[in-house]
């Protein structure tokens, strides 16, 4: 799922460099540099991706490879 998340952020966030590599618990904002209305970006290219709704007040806490990670998983649970 890592690596699923890492092209999600690439494509949904093309103007940051993301490494295959980044750290599942990097910052996005603080070491990536994105700021609110990408992380909004983020939201809905996992709605799109991989059918997972994130709430208005839930889409400020997709700040780490992991924190998307583990939405997604939550998310795909509930559904089974």
Do not use: C
């Not at 699923?4 to 690439?10: H, K």
């Not at 909004?40 to 839930?58: I, Q, R």
């Amino acid at each position: 799922m890592h690596n699923q998340v890492i092209g999600l952020l690439q494509r949904a966030l093309p103007k940051y460099e993301i490494a295959d590599n980044l750290d599942a618990q990097a910052d996005l904002m603080d070491e990536v540099g994105v700021d609110s209305l990408d992380l909004l970006n983020v939201a809905t290219a996992m709605e799109k991706e991989f059918g997972v709704a994130v709430a208005d007040h839930e889409w400020r806490e997709l700040r780490s490879v992991q924190s998307i990670v583990d939405i997604i998983a939550q998310r795909q649970l509930a559904k089974n």
